[in-house]
């Protein structure tokens, strides 16, 4: 297998056949949504054929603002080399950057297109202040910023679409006929949302259903210890009845649950960056005490198990049949090593652990 830096195709090509499990065959039967080749795990993407690895990477906050260009070679890198097949992107990343990063970095390792994922999100804009045209779900700014994504991504076509939020002032309709128009054109393969509400998505699906055009295949949405109810209870009918797969954001809530913010908030991470300043609140919770008490509490738990907090938070997302990706987040090649460790615990934990988990956040 080839080193981070300098892709040989024929050696990616070598790779990737092992991973894809050619020479152990495929599986087939009532797990086959969920296939295990090598250590990576890959999982349908809801009703669809399309198979992502159970683990993924995204863009937000490092690429193109946090994180030099060099690193993020290392961890597109690194993420392939370990199986990971979806990389995760939106034009409000950096304003368009982290896309654009993304894009070179993958153009120059020569990932085969047919190899990976890439994704991208619409609706609050890649540039500051936006016009109204420039953000949004109107058939005008779906269009233009798939356009405008397609050539910062250095893609034909996009894998994942998502509408990054619901938008009150475009009509759901018009929304589904604007990515039903671009997944004819071959521009983009499924379209999805990001942090709607149940009912929205089931409007989107029924007015799908009722035209005859391409339904929204999969949310995005929060899901991790400290925020699991609507991907486990809103969203629940949505999962069979309208075969809807998630691909699942920050399963450590930004690194607070690896325990890094136990004791104070350190100014090289995420949440000590001055243009993260608007999300340490959030993330932190107010009153941050009692957040803090429960991730104390879990990092005790983890220890007393001898293991990692990040793994064990992201294995626990995993268990989660209705995760069709865990979206992980890194600044750093050593800290996605250290999370794909997850898939290990994922397959070795028992019941009794995950039950002191869940205890462990109430
Ligand atoms: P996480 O919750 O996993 O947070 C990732 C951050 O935590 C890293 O950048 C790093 O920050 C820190 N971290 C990660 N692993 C470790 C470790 N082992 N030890 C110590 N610190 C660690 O994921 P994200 O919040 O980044 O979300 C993942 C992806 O989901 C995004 O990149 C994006 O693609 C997507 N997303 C989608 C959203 C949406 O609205 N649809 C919203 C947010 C994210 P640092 O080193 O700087 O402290």
Request: charged content about 20%; aromatic content about 8%; hydrophobic content about 40%.
């Amino acid at each position: 297998m080839r080193g981070p830096i300098g892709a040989d195709p024929a050696s990616i090509d070598k790779g990737l056949r092992a991973r894809a499990g050619y020479t152990s065959g495929h599986r087939s039967g009532p797990d086959a949504g969920l296939q295990q080749e090598n250590r990576m795990l890959y999982r349908r993407l809801g009703s669809t054929g399309l198979k992502l690895s159970a683990l993924s990477f995204g863009a937000w906050v490092t690429f193109g603002d946090q994180i030099a260009r060099d690193e993020a070679r290392n961890l597109i890198a690194a993420a392939w080399d370990n199986g990971i097949n979806f990389f995760d992107n939106a034009e409000g990343y950096a304003r368009g950057r982290a896309e654009q990063v993304m894009g070179d970095v993958i153009a120059d390792l020569r990932l085969p297109r047919d190899g990976f994922c890439v994704s991208s999100k619409v609706f609050f804009g890649a540039v500051d202040d936006p016009r109204p045209t420039q953000h949004g779900l109107s058939r005008k700014h779906v269009t233009d910023a798939c356009h405008a994504a397609l050539k910062r991504l250095r893609v034909d076509y996009l894998d994942l679409y998502y509408c990054h939020r619901p938008d009150p002032d475009t009509p759901i309709a018009e929304t589904v006929q604007a990515m039903d128009t671009l997944i004819r054109q071959g521009k983009v393969l499924y379209w999805g949302t990001s942090e709607w509400s149940a009912a929205q998505i089931q409007e989107a699906v029924d007015i799908a259903r009722a035209g005859h055009l391409h339904a929204p295949s999969m949310e995005q949405p929060q899901y991790n210890l400290l925020h699991r109810d609507r991907v486990e209870r809103e969203y629940a009918p949505l999962y069979a009845d309208a075969g809807l797969g998630t691909t699942i954001w920050s399963p450590l809530a930004s690194g607070l649950l690896t325990g890094k913010y136990n004791a104070g908030v350190d100014a090289q991470s995420r949440l000590g960056q001055a243009q993260t300043a608007w999300l340490k609140d959030l993330v932190l919770g107010d009153p941050a005490e009692q957040r803090l008490e429960k991730v104390r509490r879990f990092t005790a738990l983890a220890a007393q198990l001898g293991q990692s907090p990040a793994q064990l938070a992201i294995a626990w997302c995993l268990r989660n049949p209705n995760v069709s990706s865990v979206i992980l987040g890194a600044s750093r090649v050593g800290q996605l090593q250290e999370n794909l460790g997850a898939l290990r615990l994922f397959d070795t934990m028992d019941e009794t652990v995950w039950q002191q988990v869940d205890a462990a956040f109430d």
